[in-house]
C-alpha cells in the first residue's frame, strides 16, 4: 500500500495498522458526509487555534478510494458533529494520533 517515494518530510507517518484504522474511518466518515477532501476544503476545516490533530499517510491513491473518488486525495479533514455515530470512532482515532507526536 506504501507508494515507493514517501518524502522524508512526512511526520509524523502512519505505520501500516494505523493507516489501516485511518482509511476505515475516513470511508465511513464519507458515508456520512463528515469528511472534506482535497487541499482546498481540509485546509478551511483546520485553524491553528484548534489544535487539530493531524497525520500523513503513506498513499495518496488509498486515501482517495477510502475518500471514494477514483481521483488520488492530497489532504482529507473528518469533521465532527455531536449527533453524529462516529464520535467515539473519531475520539479513538484522535488519541492514537496524538500518541505518535509524543
Do not use: H, W
Not at 495518496?60 to 467515539?88: E, F, H, M
Amino acid at each position: 500500500m506504501a507508494d515507493a517515494a514517501v518524502n522524508p518530510k512526512a511526520y509524523p507517518l502512519a505505520d501500516a495498522k494505523l493507516t489501516v484504522s485511518i482509511l476505515d474511518l475516513v470511508q465511513q466518515a464519507t458515508n456520512y458526509k463528515q469528511i472534506k477532501k482535497g487541499a482546498n476544503e481540509a485546509t478551511k476545516t483546520l485553524n491553528r487555534d484548534k489544535n487539530v490533530p493531524y497525520v500523513f499517510v503513506p498513499s495518496k491513491v488509498a486515501l482517495g478510494r477510502a475518500c471514494g473518488v477514483s481521483r488520488p486525495v492530497i489532504a482529507a479533514s473528518i469533521t465532527s458533529n455531536d449527533a453524529s455515530q462516529l464520535g467515539p470512532q473519531i475520539q479513538s482515532m484522535r488519541e492514537q494520533i496524538e500518541q505518535l507526536l509524543i
